[in-house]
């Protein structure tokens, strides 16, 4: 054991890292990588970085260990070398094609909760699961791991309703619509969203810009059981915090296996007690699932995994090769939903994938028979209850429940993409049009976003618009708008695509 002043790094590092000096680390034995067992008046293990920024016989201590020493970090601490978590032999296994024991998936999860794993061999991690994948039994106990490991809501009153989608498609408000529906005829929904990773908003985006999304568990059930519904960030609860660092780990390798996207679905269900699950997969061309036979197969593992941790799962396979509605972005998006449920006046996708979906969930529930869910969502926003009801949820998140689609204005800056020729719309490039929102700023600016005013197999004549883009600033709009005409989202037949020259030599 070896004592160390502490110099603080006001760095937050998302792990429990320590930075020794090169000498100090080949004194004790450690190489980067490596544990160290941290003692001040209580014991802590940290991953050890190397480098010559620390002087020698100090320890550079990021901010996420001064938080959990106390309130003001020690001025001197001990540090042993410390042995690698069991959980690390267990990933081992994963990369040897053997499959884990309920226990050992377990403690895996359970490390990764607590930043017991390394970048490296959560990595390790998560590309021997997308390799190898994982049996159905190890991915219910994976489920189970990541429910157990964090809160979990229960719930006096049942069923719980919940719906998902597995994203892939732009404009997918409909949870704006879906949960006040269901909510307006009794039964509670308390559904937790997640905030855009790649997309231009997600649904926690787009509630915020009628009230606030971040609550803990406790206020998710209190607000749930007052009014029927929530619509809330799950980022902001402890509710199977092991999916966030699992997505951390995914991203930077663009990889999404199979196996964890179910238990991630899966296992946010199961933390807050829901009995009934409608899960949406687009299917189509820039979606995750590219054919109604892998969207059926994804449907029945859904449903498998479902019955195995005794939840009622049905799954809707949707239209997902062009937007839900017309708008992308925060702010747009919001404005189209509302409208939708003050006037019923609305874009037809929106408005029919909302109640479809609705009524799977209303005849899950038992609040309508047998084929009748969809009639019923559609009369319940039709005859302005689910408008009631959003209210009641907005003004139980603490937003202004007065609010109108009126009063939510995109950004001030705004371009028009004009069409270069007469004819249809043959062809329709979701991922271009979420690329173009981005650009322009879209979800951290709510105000961008893309206004579509012609979709697939629609008439334009030359000079029309094509898509209205809004920015909060100018000069991203202007980058929008030359991304946008450099390479154009949707395709006019008869327009020019490029224009190709002779070679000549000089």
Known sequence: MMEFKVQQLQIKAGKYKV?????????????????VQIKDHSYLTAIAEI???????????????????????????DIVPTSRPSSVGFIKKMMDKQKLTQEEIHQVIQDIVKENLTDIELAAFVTSSYIHGMSNDEIEWMTRAMIDTGEKIEFDTHPIMDKHSIGGVPGNKISLLVVPIIAANGLLIPKTSSRAITGAAGTADLMEILAPV????????TMTEKVGGVIVWGGATNIAPADDKLIRAEYPLSIDPRCQLLASIMAKKGAVGADCVVIDIPVGAG??????????????????????????????MTYGASPVGRTIGPAVEVREALKVLETTQGPNSLIEKSTALAGILLEMGGAAPKGGGKAMAVETLRSGKALLKLKEIIEAQGGDPKISYKDINPGEHRGELLS???GYVIEFDNKRIVEIARIAGAPIDSGAGVWIHRKKGEQVKKGEPLITIFSDKSWKLTKAIKTAEKDYPIIVEGMLLERVRPFRVL
């Not at 971040?214 to 059930?221: G, L, R, T």
């Open 420 to 422: 270069p020729a007469d």
């Open 287 to 316: 979606t995750k699932v590219h054919t109604m036979e892998d969207g059926k197969k994804l449907g029945r593992d859904l449903i498998d995994l479902g019955e195995r941790l005794g939840m009622n799962v049905e799954c809707a």
């Open 214 to 221: 971040a609550f803990s568990a406790e206020e998710i059930k």
């Open 19 to 35: 930075v020794l000096n090169p000498e100090d680390a080949k004194e004790i034995g450690v190489r980067a990588g490596d544990r």
């Open 51 to 77: 480098g010559d920024m620390i002087s020698k016989g100090n320890v550079g201590v990021y901010q996420d260990i001064c938080v959990k020493l106390g309130a003001e970090c020690p001025l001197t601490v």
